[in-house]
């Protein structure tokens, strides 16, 4: 007999002990209870005539009452995953923007409402903790210097005027997957300092004079004028065709140090957020590929420009061996340039009243559609000197994965936390072996 059987026989039988009218039924109790547990008679007497102890009281749990509901949570979580898994500040922020949209969407109440609205950034950190787990990231890139014309374009020692849009950092992001030979598509990402505001564009190599045009299409599309671009020390960029048009249009041009990724931080930052978290590291390599990647792009930039709100830092201080940092309240893009007098006026009046009537859910459904249609013009071709998997079933598009191909296995993204999908695809060699981390 184990202890918990035990314990309960011995509570039944001392039920009955106490029940028992006469001394012969009380020894007959006894004696079957020495028989059955082995325990000693006067042992048995002890302990049955002591009284039951009260049963303990169940303490009242500390802190604070849950205030949020299921409800309520379930609809923080859709927007937090149609929205791009913004960290929990921009979340707060960006609430304001999306509840009208989500009111008539996810069908909430006043009372969901409210606690939507109520929630901290603190909480709303507890809240997806389970979640942000998944989250994971890796980096890329495929630069190489260019020699021409270094002494021409000066590395920035200097601090722009931060105070006015216009001054940027543009840099390539590449879309080779894990080939490198002949043309493949890269992304040309353009990041305004002031405002945080991104311009992308996608082009089918990285020829001096396509990555110009390419640059000529982003500065008609911003909101302001374009004074100065600083880049890497890539060749794309360190070339007589931009030095030429910087010159031309009164542009400062300028590098950053060779290997210093840190010097070109707001750009590398949006290269993740802005190209690689969607467009993953698979190779495209088509003009149909192209054309599918800006289509996306376009609405990305409604998105992330309109909808998104971002941070800024303010001031740094040091603090013994740690750098203490203090950011601004969060801000759409477009807010910040609704603010600055340097901006175009009748530009700034059409985005904010495409704001008022655009639902930034139905965008985000678009967004996924379109990254559905890139997916599937990716160049899945590899290596003939790496193994192969076996066959693997032909890419369906119903199934395909959205906002960024989160189930690839070629890139790891954060999951989606209602995304199912059981697309396979082949990977061999190095991207194999190698394990995403966050």
Not at 40 to 49: E, M, P, T, Y
Request: aromatic share 6%.
């Amino acid at each position: 007999m184990g202890p918990q059987a035990k314990a309960e026989y011995l509570a039944q039988m001392q039920d009955r002990y106490m029940r028992a009218k006469t001394r012969r039924e009380k020894g007959r109790l006894l004696t079957e209870a020495m028989t059955v547990t082995g325990h000693h008679r006067k042992a048995l007497i002890r302990a049955w005539r002591r009284p039951t102890p009260p049963a303990p009281r169940r303490r009242r749990p500390r802190g604070r009452a849950r205030r949020y509901g299921p409800a309520a949570v379930r609809a923080l979580k859709a927007i937090w995953a149609v929205a791009g898994y913004p960290w929990a500040v921009r979340l707060k922020a960006l609430l304001p923007l999306w509840l009208p949209w989500a009111r008539k969407r996810l069908a909430l109440s006043t009372g969901v409402e409210a606690q939507v609205r109520a929630i901290s950034a603190r909480q709303i950190d507890r809240v997806l903790a389970p979640d942000k787990r998944r989250i994971r990231r890796r980096l890329y890139g495929r630069t190489k210097p260019g020699t021409l014309l270094k002494h021409h374009i000066p590395i920035k020692t200097d601090h722009w005027d931060v105070t006015e849009p216009g001054f940027t950092e543009v840099d390539l992001v590449s879309h080779s997957g894990e080939r490198a030979d002949g043309d493949f598509l890269h992304s040309l990402d353009m990041t305004d300092i002031h405002t945080t505001w991104v311009e992308t564009l996608a082009v089918l190599g990285k020829s001096q004079v396509r990555v110009q045009e390419a640059l000529e299409q982003l500065r008609h599309q911003l909101p302001f004028a374009l004074r100065g671009i600083d880049s890497d020390n890539g060749s794309e960029f360190i070339n007589a065709h931009l030095h030429g048009y910087c010159q031309a249009r009164g542009i400062q041009f300028t590098r950053g140090r060779p290997y210093k990724k840190d010097d070109n931080a707001h750009v590398e930052q949006k290269n993740w957020t802005h190209v690689r978290k969607h467009m993953g590291y698979l190779r495209y390599d088509t003009e149909a590929a192209r054309t599918a990647m800006n289509a996306v792009y376009a609405d990305l930039r409604l998105l992330q420009n309109l909808f998104l709100p971002s941070v800024k830092l303010q001031s740094k201080e040091r603090v013994g061996a740690r750098l203490r940092r203090r950011y601004g309240a969060p801000q759409t893009p477009l807010d910040r340039v609704r603010v600055c007098p340097q901006a175009a006026a009748a530009k700034v009046e059409a985005l904010v009243a495409l704001r008022a009537r655009l639902d930034p859910f139905v965008l985000a459904q678009r967004i996924d559609e379109g990254l559905g249609r890139v997916y599937q013009l990716a160049n899945h071709r590899v290596r003939t000197s790496a193994p192969r998997v076996d066959a693997v079933a032909p890419v369906d598009a119903k199934n395909a994965p959205t906002r960024g191909l989160e189930n690839c296995p070629e890139r790891s993204f954060p999951q989606r936390p209602h995304a199912s999908s059981s697309l396979a695809i082949p990977v061999t060699g190095v991207m194999a072996r190698r394990s995403a981390v966050r």
